[in-house]
């Protein structure tokens, strides 16, 4: 019985479906792959550095739809190469434009996560941690990699807007200069 499932005539056209192509299509797929990569490495270099960057939720989306038009263009026969070179060309213009309208305060609101602070010299704010799904454990990790071995070696802990968990180091009687905390939501 079990042989009969796995070896149906129907599963063996599955499998031959599965495995099929052709010499063609392969050498069709090296070819988009080549072009398309080589597209996006101009792009990148035209754009810069910032299009694969961890800043913001904009930037995150950017990168997925990259990834995903490289790999509609490659494996897909219903999308040329030229239209997935133009598709990925607005792509990388729509994260230019995005890049240049965060100078202005609304558009970063809009499109940025604002930094939280989750540690006040000694003080968890726990519904800061809360708000960005940070937990202790997640903390006293991020403690321990920066090498703070007492609460008391903290000045601040800030949640960034990319995701990265920052410890500010008590040093003394420094405060911390109100601009580098100017935009972080307390």
């Not at 263009?73 to 792509?91: K, M, N, P, Y």
Request: hydrophobic share 45%.
């Amino acid at each position: 019985m079990i042989h009969s499932i796995f070896f149906s005539s129907d599963t063996s056209n599955l499998l031959d479906k599965l495995f099929a192509t052709t010499s063609k299509t392969l050498i069709l797929i090296a070819v988009s792959t080549l072009g398309i990569y080589s597209v996006i490495i101009l792009y990148t270099r035209l754009f810069g550095k910032r299009s694969f960057s961890k800043i913001s939720s904009f930037d995150f989306a950017m990168t997925v739809a990259v990834g995903s038009m490289t790999a509609t263009v490659i494996l897909s026969d219903s999308v040329s190469f030229l239209e997935g070179a133009t598709g990925l060309a607005s792509i990388y213009a729509f994260q230019l434009l995005a890049a240049i309208m965060r100078r202005y305060k609304w558009f970063r609101k809009l499109i940025d996560n604002q930094p939280t602070l989750l540690m006040d010299g000694r003080n968890i704010l726990t519904e800061n941690m809360k708000a960005v799904r940070v937990t202790e454990g997640d903390l006293r990790s991020k403690l321990r990699e920066s090498n703070v071995t007492a609460l008391s070696q903290v000045k601040a802990v800030i949640f960034e807007t990319t995701g990265n968990i920052v410890v500010l180091h008590n040093s003394g009687n420094d405060e911390i200069e109100d601009w580098l905390l100017k935009d972080v939501q307390r």
